[in-house]
């Protein structure tokens, strides 16, 4: 059994001793999801446990996928009958088997974020109520809340201190859309997220015998991670493991770090006293890390005031110190890292996915993304868009596009009802559709909309038509950065996003911010000759014209926030933007209890890094469009400067040997030839003929032979004659009937 040779005494207890309650409270590295791997083969390979009676949680699929692949080498198949995966994958997996017994089909949906969101909006507004107060978003996080404090509608309507609560934040009817919500959910069907933690307590809550069966089934029940469950998953894992007592929990409280969306480190505590002969397990020796980064991490922790003492040693060599780039900007921080993982490649013979760049929000990825491109540094971004794949990004980014060149149907077709202003999709395509049969401009159909679309509609999109002739101007008159800016503001974005309080919203909020930002850097920069918001937007297509998202196994550097970073592990890690305000977030700065969550936030960030961590900082960065002095974050001054050294980079970026640039062009280069070699589709074999002119069809008739420059050769088969919209319906040969608009039809008469 050599697996088990390969744990230490503690963590031999821990997966041995695998009857009674079992609690594993240790530091980063120490092998504590090593410890659950091992107790689980161990179940199935000494004890002779049936892997289908053997459940084990973990915090994302990715984990769970890890950990049976590694009990399949001890095990062989059979690893694949486990219960294992998140809450939310097991639990759906058992609502499935259990539907009736609530009331649902048992091919119930599963409503993802946008879908709940959707009907929530729906629901607002078929109450009459102003989304603006109601926005979905914060409804959604209400009711979401609740459901994960185990509050059902019912519950809340009737509890005077929420009414009280949504009465004094301006919010009087939450509880009946919570409730009309739920109402909705069932009777489509469907669960969201959230009910299937709810949903899974109320059928053990309302069926013992359910529950008997499944306390019945799993002899063991174990929990990675234990420090970031809620209470109602902590509710779940302890009626299941009720009768047998065999559960066993792991978890650093060092590293919670979810607090904001209900999780608990009361369940540490708690756990204590639920069960009396706990057996409580300490690990000490971290095999992760150098004693350079160990001894980091225990300084940056012992600030804290509410965490249970710990004492993380390593046996790992000292390793390099830490190195701390300074940059002057943000941009300047890309490069720096960009060519600090160039270097890193060279010298040690890593690979790209030997290394993590860890951020405090999503938003400052894409300085980093830019430099990593120029550099030809493959990444990829886990669990999330990277910068200009993001919703709010595309949005703008389309109205900049669209107020520049106003046929850009893509554009046009984002932004012509958002943020909404009554443009319905069908009225969006007969636009389009009668642009493409009149052979006209999109922006021609736009400036004479009344001719296509009826009174309401058409008195919409004369707005719409006012606004990107404002913005046109603006363009024309004012510098770039503040061009954009007028645009973000009166679009109704920025406006939009604003009143979106919520953390994603937050973020979305920052991330326009920041793209403006990146305007504004470009307007500054003196090697830009063309300073035109234009030549921004290529400069940008040209940049992200690659697929660089697609995870297809390639080697990659990893580009994720420090809240998607749990659990893993990576040779060399980069945490950047250590500054005051953004990490620790300004945002999340009200309390003592914030300052320890982003503390903790910082230790997890460390101790992903096996043997190199390097930490970066930028003096100015642009925040909300002004160029700001940053100071470092506090965090950097938690560290012992024995540890750290200051890498020679500092303020300017050194060469790697290889130009970023010349990559750049060669890159470009090599797109654009590509790009010309695209075929084209061919559908007509007919060309207009140079000296081409339209006829004065004010006597065309049925029957007569007319010519288009597009659709070529046809044959009027009807007239509608209605003054100023008089139309025809032609056959053409190639493309078969259209009806044309005359006053706009290009038609020579034969
Ligand atoms: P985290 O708190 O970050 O989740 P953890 O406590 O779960 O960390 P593991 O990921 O299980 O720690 O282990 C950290 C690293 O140390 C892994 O690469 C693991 O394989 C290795 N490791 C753990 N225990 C031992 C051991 N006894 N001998 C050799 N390597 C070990
Ligand atoms: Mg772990």
Not at 305 to 332: C, F, M, P, Y
Not at 487 to 500: F, M, R, V
């Amino acid at each position: 059994m050599d697996y088990l040779k390969s744990l230490n005494e503690p963590q031999y207890e821990g997966a041995v001793n695998t009857e009674g309650p079992t609690m594993i409270i240790a530091g980063a590295g120490s092998g504590k999801t090593r410890v659950l791997t091992y107790r689980i083969a161990y179940l199935i390979e000494k004890k002779g446990v049936d892997p289908f009676n053997i459940l084990a949680l973990t915090f994302t699929n990715k984990a769970a996928k890890e950990m049976r692949d590694r009990i399949e080498k001890v095990v062989g198949t059979e690893a694949r009958n486990l219960w294992m995966g998140t809450f939310h994958s097991v639990f759906a997996r058992i609502l499935r088997a259990e539907a009736d017994k609530l009331g649902y089909p048992s091919n119930f949906t599963i409503y993802d974020t946008d879908d709940s969101k959707q009907l929530i909006k729906s629901i607002v507004k078929e109450l009459g109520l102003d989304d603006k107060i109601y926005k979905p978003n914060v409804v959604f996080n209400r009711i979401s809340g609740a459901k994960n404090r185990l509050i059902s509608w019912r519950e809340y309507i009737n509890n005077p201190i929420f009414r009280a609560d949504d009465e004094s934040n301006m919010k009087p009817e939450l509880g009946k859309i919570y409730k009309i919500y739920s109402e909705r959910c069932f009777k489509a069907g469907a669960m969201d997220f959230d009910d299937l933690l709810f949903n899974t307590n109320v059928l053990f809550k309302q069926h013992i015998d359910v529950l008997n069966k499944y306390q019945q089934r799993f002899h063991y029940v174990m929990v990675d991670e234990f420090q970031d469950t809620n209470i109602s998953q902590y509710l779940i894992t302890k009626k299941l493991s009720a009768v047998r007592q065999n559960i066993c929990v792991v978890g650093d409280d060092a590293q919670s770090i979810y607090a904001f969306r209900g999780a608990d480190i009361q369940n540490i505590l708690n756990f204590e006293k639920d069960y009396p002969d706990l057996r409580v397990i300490k690990l000490e020796q971290n095999y992760r890390s150098t004693k350079t980064i160990v001894n980091a991490a225990n300084a940056i922790i012992s600030k804290n005031r509410a965490q249970l003492k710990k004492n993380v040693w390593t046996d790992n060599d000292e390793g390099s110190l830490i190195e701390l780039l300074k940059a002057n900007s943000d941009n300047e921080e890309g490069k720096l890292v960009a060519s600090s993982i160039f270097e890193e490649k060279m010298q040690n013979q890593l690979q790209n996915s030997d290394f993590a760049i860890l951020y405090r929000t999503n938003s400052q990825s894409r300085a980093i993304e830019e430099a990593l491109r120029r550099m030809n540094i493959k990444y990829k971004i886990v669990g999330g868009l990277s910068f200009y794949q993001r919703k709010e990004i595309k949005d703008l980014m389309a109205y900049l596009r669209f107020a520049i060149n106003h046929n850009d149907e893509q554009s046009l077709r984002r932004i012509i009802n958002y943020p909404k202003r009554g443009i319905g999709d069908t009225s969006v395509d007969k636009i389009i559709v009668a642009a493409n049969d009149h052979d006209i401009s999109l922006w021609e159909v736009l400036t004479n909309i009344s001719s296509f679309l009826p009174g309401r509609a058409a008195n919409a999109v004369m707005d719409f038509v006012t606004l990107i002739k404002r913005f046109k101007h603006d363009i024309e008159t004012k510098d770039a950065y503040e061009a954009a800016n007028l645009i973000a503001k009166g679009s109704g974005i920025l406006k939009e996003l604003y009143e979106d309080k919520t953390v994603e919203g937050l973020s979305r909020y920052e991330n326009v911010q920041e793209l403006l930002n990146a305007v504004k850097e470009y307007v500054d920069d003196p090697e830009k000759e063309d300073k035109s918001l234009g030549a921004f937007l290529q400069e940008i297509a040209l940049i992200t014209g690659v697929d660089n998202d697609k995870d297809d196994g390639e080697e990659k550097v990893t580009l994720m926030t420090i809240h998607m970073a749990k659990g893993l592990e990576f040779k060399n890690v980069y945490i950047v933007g250590l500054e005051e305000d953004l990490f620790p977030s300004q945002m999340m700065l009200s309390s003592r209890a914030d300052l320890e969550e982003e503390r903790r936030l910082f230790y997890v960030a460390v101790t992903r890094a096996e043997r190199k961590l390097f930490l970066s900082y930028a003096l100015s960065r642009y925040r909300f469009g002004r160029l700001k002095n940053c100071e470092p974050s506090r965090f950097i001054d938690e560290i012992d400067p024995m540890f750290i050294k200051v890498s020679k980079k500092y303020g300017k970026v050194e060469s790697s040997g290889l130009s970023g640039d010349d990559y750049a062009k060669n890159f470009i280069n090599g797109m654009r030839k590509t790009t010309t070699s695209r075929p084209v589709a061919k559908t007509s074999t007919y060309k207009p003929s140079a000296d081409f002119e339209p006829s004065d069809t004010s006597g065309l008739q049925a029957g007569m032979k007319v010519e288009h420059p597009k659709f070529g050769y046809g044959m009027v088969t009807e007239m509608d004659e209605s003054g100023a919209n008089r139309k025809a319906k032609v056959h053409f040969d190639d493309f078969g009937e259209k009806t044309l608009l005359l006053s706009f039809a290009k038609l020579k008469i034969h």
